[in-house]
């Protein structure tokens, strides 16, 4: 059975979890690869929502085991409120289900308070964040001061590395970011040991399990969170996550080689959506934008934030592609664009007047990019129901064909709606994975 990776091609939110839940029917491993509980999927099964942070949407499919690889960071309080959230909704969380890297960095309050501080005092230069102490946590993981999954499991070095953190992030916090929050170095310690009672049964070795997988020929599969255009090296720096989204980084993060990998899919909106601040080429401002969200619900799972929206910007998927080595995409919310009279693919892009093929790497410069766009006529008819490909009204085959056309890549499935039922496979390479 293959090795698969799945990406987000735009700058996240397009719906990697209720794909990934779709095509792990028949998977024996779900691995999350990056990010922490920045991240916020709402799958639907039979009609009832649940929403996930940290743990991979394979955890509603009872025959997979779900793993947290190194690359992952993670909030101890988080994870249990996640791990309560689920076992309330009648999905149990154990060991067998879910195993976490000892490598896995912790995401601790001090995080959160510098991820907040900053965007305050940077006001009109933030981010747009998620407040979830992402980057502080990286930020400590590669100064290496960060405290891991592993030295839970040791209260005396743990009490060590708590009271030097909490001593320096103190000072940041009060002297660099003018903040009133202080921690308490023996509070915060013994918040940990009670935390790691609960998540230090779940430790285990991922690089290990992950080889043995492969050896067997057991389907595994690697789960991406944001999008490829938020990926700390290939997205619109600054304006970007803390990690590295794109696919090479699953193999970096869980420790196998990149010649196990069999296939990359990409997860891609019909249209595009990006939170926070940064360079959004085919952002629509002029009404459009707002349907699509209203209609798309482009709220943020985790923040509740609206999202931006505006048209699918081939230039940027593309480079999405390229990035990831995509060999088929997944194309979400087709429904969405029902009833637009016409459909825009923003298909070159021009700076000062120059047409160029890439997103710039400069934000200021992307900032300023001029989309030029390729019309198609929309379509009326409501395609909530449509199982089949041949069944959609005619221009939206025709919009999707353009799709492929221009991108050069297969649309191996497309979503017409949140539901499971509602995830049509056009391609039979996939079609054995989820059936
Ligand atoms: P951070 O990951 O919280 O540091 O936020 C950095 C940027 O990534 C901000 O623009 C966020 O809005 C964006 N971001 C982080 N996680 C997600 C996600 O899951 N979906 C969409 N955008 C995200």
Redesign the pocket.
């Known amino acids: 059975m293959p090795v698969v990776i799945v990406v987000g091609v735009q ?3 397009e719906g990697k979890g209720k794909i990934v839940d779709f095509l792990t029917a028949r998977a024996d491993l779900v691995v999350r690869f990056q ?2 509980n ?3 999927h709402t799958v639907v099964v039979a009609g009832k929502k649940t929403a996930l942070k940290l743990i991979p949407s394979g955890i509603l499919r009872s025959g997979t085991r779900c793993l947290l690889a190194p690359g992952v960071v993670l909030s101890p309080s988080s994870l249990i409120e996640e791990i309560n959230s689920l076992s309330e909704a009648g999905i149990d969380v154990n060991p067998q289900r879910l195993g976490i890297s000892g490598e896995v960095q912790l995401i601790l309050p001090y995080h959160v308070a510098i ?1 907040v501080g900053r965007e305050t005092l940077l006001a009109d230069s933030k ?6 102490g ?2 502080p946590a990286y930020e400590d993981a590669v100064a290496r001061m960060g405290i891991r999954m592993i030295d839970l499991n040791y209260p005396e070095k743990l009490r060590g590395l708590v009271e030097r953190n909490v001593l320096v992030k103190n000072k940041i916090l009060k002297g660099v970011l003018g903040s009133t929050v202080q921690f308490d170095a023996k509070q915060m310690f013994e918040e940990l040991i009670t935390l790691s009672q609960r998540i230090n049964p779940y430790l285990t070795n991922v690089s290990l399990e992950v080889d043995r997988a492969i050896r067997e020929k057991r389907f595994t599969m690697f789960e991406g ?3 490829s255009l ?1 990926d700390i090296s290939h997205g619109t720096y600054p ?5 590295h989204t794109a696919a090479g980084y699953a193999c970096a993060s869980a420790g196998f080689g990149p010649k196990h990998v069999d296939s990359v899919i990409g997860i891609c909106k019909a249209y595009c959506t ?5 360079p959004f080429p085919t952002e629509d401002l002029n009404g459009d934008g707002e349907v699509l969200r209203e209609k798309g619900v482009e709220f ?1 799972v ?2 509740g ?1 609206p ?1 931006r929206c505006g048209w699918f910007d081939l230039v940027a998927v593309r480079r999405a592609i390229r990035l990831n080595g995509i060999d088929s995409l997944i194309l979400t919310k087709l429904d969405v664009l029902s009833g637009f009279r016409r459909l825009r693919i923003g298909v070159s892009y021009e700076l000062d007047g120059k047409r160029i093929e890439d997103l710039p790497p400069c934000a200021d410069e992307a900032g300023r990019v001029v989309p030029n766009y390729e019309d198609l006529d929309g379509w009326t008819e409501d395609i909530s129901n449509v199982r089949r490909f041949e069944d959609l009204p005619v221009n939206a085959q025709t919009f999707m064909r353009r799709i492929e056309q221009l991108t050069e890549c297969p649309v191996g499935a497309f979503s017409v709606g949140p539901d499971r039922e509602q995830t049509i496979v056009r391609d039979a390479g996939l079609r054995k994975f989820a059936e």
């Open positions: 700058w996240g939110d990010g922490g920045n991240a916020g991820d981010i747009g964040t998620t407040g979830r992402i980057g969170a944001q999008g938020l304006f970007v996550t803390s990690s990006r939170v926070g601040s940064g943020g985790n923040t934030r999202r």
